[in-house]
């Protein structure tokens, strides 16, 4: 059974500081994503990786970045953290033309 | 651009009904449509994926199909129970202008099922 593992399910962090978000999978899978879910705009996708050291911006990538030194882990990293990005927060990989496979979602809060 | 509707935005049945959540999308151009379940505050769970060249996929009480010409699918659920209470959301591949497995969501149909 696929697992996409993300780090924390509740976070809070204060503006200003710089907030790491991991992801794994443990499917040897080449596609990864950072998608984002606010009330009423649904799911956006921040990143997404098709390779390791590869990254493409997504809908939304103001503010954030990405890392993936390692085929099965995908970072997501918020420079500066600002309240606006307060959300959930959602990984996912897949192999090429694959269902995505998600995992449980960080909540983020930036007080 | 792509763009995904789901209708409604919430359904509320009564134990035992069949029901039908409908998707639709505005480029005929996709790869494939997938249907997602999330409970609430939990990730997504892929319950059916329908490749561009068929027209439905079955999965126990679950049926999906697809009209790529007129850009919609519909989920159709047969005898619902309280445990399908949850939100369910379509999402579909663009064959142009996207990544390797990049999605477009619709907002998700809020399904509730009473007892």
Same mark, same amino acid.
């Given at each position: 059974?696929? /697992?996409?593992?993300?780090?924390?399910? #509740?976070? +809070?962090? @204060?503006?200003?500081?710089?907030? $790491?978000?991991?992801?794994?999978?443990?499917?040897?899978?080449?596609?990864?994503?950072?998608?984002?879910?606010?009330?009423?705009?649904?799911?956006?996708?921040?990143?997404?990786?098709?390779?390791?050291?590869?990254?493409? /911006?997504?809908?939304?990538?103001?503010? #954030?970045? +990405?890392? @993936?030194?390692?085929?099965?882990? $995908?970072?997501?990293?918020?420079?500066s953290?600002?309240?606006n990005?307060?959300?959930?927060?959602?990984?996912?990989s897949?192999?090429?033309?694959?269902?995505?496979?998600?995992?449980?979602?960080?909540?983020?809060?930036?007080? | 651009?792509?763009?995904?509707?789901?209708i409604?935005?919430?359904?509320?049945?009564?134990?035992?009904?069949?029901?039908?959540?409908?998707?639709?999308?505005?480029?005929?151009?996709?790869?494939?449509?997938?249907?997602?379940?999330?409970?609430?505050?939990?990730?997504?769970?892929?319950?059916?994926?329908?490749?561009?060249?068929?027209r439905?996929?079955?999965?126990?009480?679950?049926n999906?199909?697809?009209?790529?010409?007129?850009?919609?699918?519909?989920?159709?659920?047969?005898?619902?129970?309280?445990?399908?209470?949850?939100?369910?959301?379509?999402?579909?591949?663009?064959?142009?202008?996207?990544?390797?497995?990049?999605?477009?969501?619709?907002?998700?149909?809020?399904?509730?099922?009473?007892?």
């Open positions: 059974d696929v /697992k996409v593992t993300q780090s924390s399910r #509740y976070l +809070v962090k @204060r503006t200003g500081e710089k907030v $790491f978000l991991e992801c794994v999978q443990d499917m040897d899978h080449e596609n990864m994503f950072w998608y984002r879910q606010d009330p009423g705009l649904g799911l956006r996708l921040i990143y997404f990786s098709y390779d390791v050291k590869m990254k493409e /911006k997504g809908d939304i990538p103001e503010g #954030y970045s +990405v890392s @993936r030194e390692k085929k099965e882990r $995908f970072s997501l990293i918020l420079e953290a600002s309240t990005q307060t959300s959930m927060y959602l990984c996912a897949s192999s090429r033309y694959q269902p995505q496979h998600f995992g449980d979602g960080t909540r983020l809060s930036i007080l | 651009k792509q763009e995904v509707t789901q409604p935005a919430a359904l509320s049945v009564p134990e035992g009904e069949n029901l039908v959540l409908n998707c639709s999308f505005t480029d005929s151009a996709i790869y494939n449509l997938q249907w997602f379940r999330q409970d609430p505050g939990k990730g997504l769970t892929s319950l059916l994926l329908i490749q561009s060249s068929q439905e996929q079955t999965s126990g009480r679950l999906a199909s697809l009209d790529k010409s007129s850009g919609r699918s519909t989920l159709y659920i047969a005898a619902s129970q309280p445990g399908d209470s949850a939100t369910y959301l379509c999402a579909v591949r663009p064959r142009y202008g996207g990544s390797q497995g990049n999605l477009i969501f619709g907002k998700g149909t809020k399904l509730s099922v009473k007892p």
